[in-house]
């Protein structure tokens, strides 16, 4: 192209010929690769893939809004949690092939496929998160033997029914849709899961729907508009749409073929490998027709290296080919999907890309397919209008692609960009690492110049066998009498949101029909406690309507979609590292994936299968206690603590005060303020609650017995003076109230009061500390007990004058309530860790002062102390003054800490720069944090990650700097 040529290889192709016919182009991908860009990578995973040639749309690796599923060896299937560094084993397929795993839309219900030659088995589970591991549960267990499953196809909405790809005893692949409510199941005896029981050897249930034809189908898929046309590409060359609503004349069996409304024959009889309904309503060649059934859409053949782009099916014609892509000098096979976005009200027509990745050498290509409106803001597909290649490092066998939101458009790029406004990230399962590839609009965006004859690389030519594969459809569109196209969802269920699912209430529908109330248990977050005990009758039940609600299934259960978001993260324990004996280095060859499989066989996973959920183990990664810290000094008497017994000396009361436990070489004593402090408390809270006892007592007792008395010796009853004095025996209970008013004032005060004291003292206190205390603390000592002695004497006079009116008294003795008790005041415990981080940093005791922030119950006091201390002093030394364990788990939590919405410029800015530093000095091999820092770097990664993700262009670079650090160790 000389000047005009376009950087990083867009390529403008043509839509149609000049005079406006379909057209067929030749593109030479070789001719662009040396200026071909580059997709942001984010690895996930590190592993040694293999492709399986003879299922080249399988897939291989899903992804939901919480985990990444994907392939290993042996039958084992690894998730991971996309936000943490979770991970968990599925063991269902052992010794088998994986050939097909996907999400249904994006919950938390999976399905599986895998055989080993001999046999096949399909698998629906359950993963969800049960903090602090990943946790599963077989839903569904489809094991064959007679034939072969490859693949299965959720339906739109329904998680009830689902296509399963398998070979037939008559020799070509059908496909088989599975309706779970209608199947017959029995409970695995071990697991406890449903198990299928087949109709018979070659037919899962009776009268299942089932496609197929004079060869195999390759691939299906559900109309974009509707559930009841199914779209089905096969090997000898048919395109092939069904009605499910029609099925064909009784062909005995136990199958029912739906009706074939329409068969498109290849001339070149190319064997067909992919197809996918595009969003557009129809063709700009065929606007005027209003009586679409389907949506164009796109089938690939030749092991997915030519494209054909077709207009939709209508009632009054067959679809015509628009376009045809071919792949000059192709490989082997390449893996084909589709991305497209909403578009913005009064913008431009949504964009489309038709994405292919070649399964052999390192290539990616993004075809985008071009749209225009209609008069009704419907979008007509125009055809593909120029390629965007890209280089990859390794090729791709497998994907799961997700549509995005762009990131930092303006109002006025949406319009200028075409509808282009989204990003499309393509979770790849590649030859050698697990990673998201990343497409943004930018790297997508259309040439600055349109298609020229001179284009290199792309040759033109009129399409051939337009005209003959209209007219050579076996069949003609055929339709019943009363058939409407708006009908077409009358007959199907809406779909219910997740929340709105019951969930099982108990075992006892699942013993009935096991498998008929498993819609409900994949809303239901809530796992079995226990497994279902066996069925007195496996098969009751079995013929239920499927209209009827099935059994068991009780109130809804309000499902969270925000769990990732509101995870805490599990941050390491400095102290349980520094405590615990370092492990000896383990051999640089248990650390490639080969080594990671065979600990997968761990007794932790294997518990998985069972739903008897109990204790949850413990996971690899140290869980930091979040329950408060118990006192660490405590009176060795039990009866002291419990204020059954009475202080009767120093030695007692010192314990109990906690004074001697004081460090006498970092907190200087005053006995003179101590001493006025507990001679406060006595006046302001012992004597006036003595004070009030004695004159309540006095007021309540003695006027109405006075009263009484003087009644009953103007009627002429005398009275026992003895019997009246021992009726009115006051001193018990006005000893158990003082002992109570002790007990529960007094020694609670003036251990508040000594806190506070000490409190102040630790904090004016500066180094050096001075010299030991002098023997005054214990004469202060001595003279408390000597105030209390005196107590004791005012209580025992107080009792004799008590004694004295008594013979007075005549009324019967009343237990006094306790005085209540006052609030006591709690010290800000944030407030005294912070103190207690300064005075180690002002000591240059960096290593316990990091210790005791990082024991802390939040990150934010791992940001204060880092804001507090001198980084240069604590890193720069060689040794640096922080040991390898307190340096990974400071990594930790100022990693989670920059995900705090509360962060300031300053936080922020102090986190990274620490961040950048400990990336420097930690090693991740020591043999002290070797089973630990893999997890946290990862866990670091995610964090980054996100906090790239919220846009702020002053962190994008410290981020982008700090993320290359990380995955240097990584790759390390």
């Known amino acids: 192209m000389g000047g005009e040529e376009e950087p990083f290889g867009t390529t403008a192709i043509p839509t149609a010929l000049p005079g406006g016919g379909p057209v067929e182009v030749s593109f030479d991908p070789s001719g662009v690769d040396s200026v071909a860009q580059q997709p942001q990578c984010q690895q996930i995973a590190v592993y040694e893939g293999k492709a399986n040639e003879d299922c080249i749309n399988g897939s291989l690796l899903d992804v939901n809004q919480h985990f990444v ?87 739109p909405f329904n998680p009830n029914q689902f296509w399963m790809f398998h070979t037939t005893e008559s020799g070509p692949d059908a496909a088989t849709l599975v309706e779970t409510t209608k199947i017959q199941t029995t409970l695995h005896p071990e697991d406890s899961h449903a198990v299928c029981q087949l109709h018979s050897a070659s037919c899962v249930m009776d009268g299942a729907v089932q496609l197929v034809d004079q060869t195999s189908v390759a691939d299906l898929a559900w109309s974009g508009r509707d559930a009841r046309h199914v779209l089905t590409v096969h090997e000898g060359g048919p395109i092939i749409l069904w009605d499910l609503k029609q099925p064909m004349e009784d062909i005995g069996g136990d199958f029912t073929i739906p009706k074939q409304i329409a068969v498109l024959e290849q001339d070149s009889g190319a064997a067909q490998s992919r197809c996918c309904f595009l969003p557009h309503e129809n063709s700009v060649s065929k606007q005027d027709q209003t009586d679409a059934i389907t949506t164009c859409f796109v089938t690939a053949s030749q092991k997915n290296s030519v494209i054909t ?272 004996e370092a ?26 299968k069972q739903k008897d959920v109990g204790p949850p183990p413990q996971i690899s990664i140290l869980k930091r206690d979040k329950s408060p810290p118990l006192p660490t000094e405590l009176p060795s008497d039990p009866a002291i603590i419990s204020g059954t017994k009475p202080i009767t000396t120093s030695a007692e009361l010192e314990a109990t005060l906690g004074i001697s436990k004081v460090p006498p070489a970092s907190v200087p004593m005053d006995s003179s303020e101590i001493t006025k402090a507990v001679e406060k408390a006595l006046h302001a809270q012992l004597e006036p609650a003595i004070q009030k006892v004695v004159q309540d007592s006095m007021a309540s007792l003695g006027r109405p017995l006075q009263a009484s008395m003087d009644n009953l010796g103007k009627k002429g009853v005398s009275v026992n003076k003895k019997d009246l004095k021992d009726a009115l025996d006051v001193e018990t209970p006005l000893k158990a109230a003082m002992a109570d008013t002790i007990r529960n004032v007094f020694i609670p005060a003036v251990e508040s009061i000594s806190a506070q004291v000490l409190e102040q003292v630790i904090k004016n206190s500066t180094p050096p500390p001075p010299p030991p205390p002098s023997t005054e603390n214990s004469k202060a000592l001595e003279m408390l007990t000597k105030q209390l002695a005196a107590l004791n004497a005012k209580i025992d006079t107080m009792s004799y004058e008590m004694q004295r009116l008594q013979a007075g008294s005549g009324a019967p003795s009343v237990p006094l309530p306790p005085p209540p008790m006052p609030p006591l005041p709690q010290p800000n415990k944030s407030e005294v860790i912070r103190n207690e981080i300064q005075s180690l940093l002002r000591q240059r005791e960096y290593e316990a002062a990091f210790t005791k922030a990082l024991s802390a119950t939040t990150a934010e006091m791992a940001v204060f102390c880092c804001s507090r201390a001198d980084m240069g002093v604590v890193m720069g030394g060689n040794p640096p003054a922080l040991s390898q364990p307190i340096l990974l788990c400071l990594m930790q939590q100022l990693g989670s800490a920059l995900m705090n919405p509360k962060n300031s410029e300053m936080d922020l800015k102090t986190e990274l720069n620490w961040l950048q530093e400990i990336a420097l000095t930690l090693n991740p091999s020591d043999p002290s944090i070797q089973r630990h820092s893999p997890a946290v770097l990862q866990q670091l990664v995610g964090n980054i990650n996100q906090k790239s993700a919220q846009g702020d262009p002053h962190l994008r670079r410290p981020l982008q700097m700090l993320l290359q650090v990380i995955r240097g160790m990584q790759m390390g």
């Open 309 to 580: 782009l077709w207009s939709s099916f209508t009632l009054s014609s067959l679809p015509t080919k628009l376009q045809v892509i071919r792949l000059q000098n192709p490989s082997p096979s390449y893996v084909i999907d589709l991305c497209f976005g909403p578009a913005p009200q009064d913008a431009s027509p949504p964009s489309c890309f038709l994405l292919l990745a070649d399964r052999h050498q390192s290539r990616l290509l993004a075809f985008h397919i071009q749209a225009r409106w209609n008069a009704n803001q419907k979008a007509l597909c125009v055809g593909s209008d120029y390629i965007v290649p890209f280089q990859l490092r390794h090729p791709v066998y497998s994907w799961s692609v997700v549509c995005s939101p762009t990131q930092d458009i303006s109002e006025e790029e949406i319009q200028e960009q075409a509808g282009l406004i989204f990003d499309m990230k393509l979770f790849s399962y590649q030859a050698k690492v697990i990673q998201c590839l990343t497409l943004t609009s930018y790297m997508c965006l259309p040439p600055e110049h349109g298609f020229k004859d001179a284009t290199p690389f792309v040759s033109v030519q009129p399409l051939n066998g337009t005209k003959s594969s209209t007219e050579a459809g076996s069949m003609q569109p055929e339709y019943a009498e009363e058939y409407d196209v708006e009908d077409d969802f009358d007959d199907e269920p809406e779909a219910p949101e997740a929340s709105s699912l019951p969930a099982p209430d108990s075992a006892a529908g699942l013993a009935q029909n096991p498998f008929a109330n498993w819609l409900g248990a994949i809303a239901s977050h809530v796992t079995p406690t226990a497994p279902p005990p066996p069925p007195a009758n496996p098969t009751a039940g079995l013929d239920q309507p499927p209209g009827m609600v099935p059994p068991g299934l009780g109130a809804p259960s309000a499902v969270s979609s925000d769990t990732a978001s509101t995870r805490s993260s599990q941050l390491l324990n400095p102290l349980e590292l520094l405590n615990k």
């Open 583 to 608: 492990p000896k280095p383990q051999p640089r060859q248990q650390e490639k994936p080969k080594g990671k499989s065979k600990r997968s066989k761990s007794p932790k996973n294997k518990n998985q």
């Open 69 to 155: 599923v994907y392939a290993v060896k042996n039958g084992l299937i690894r998730v991971l949690h996309r936000n943490s560094a979770m991970k968990a084993l599925l063991r269902g397929h052992q010794n088998q092939t994986v050939t097909d795993i996907r999400f249904f839309q994006d919950g938390d219900v999976l399905g599986t496929v895998g055989n080993d030659g001999s046999s096949s088995t399909l698998i629906v589970w359950r993963v969800f998160e049960q903090s602090p591991e990943i946790r599963s549960e077989k839903l569904l267990e489809i094991p064959v033997l007679a034939f072969t499953m490859s693949r299965l196809l959720w339906h």
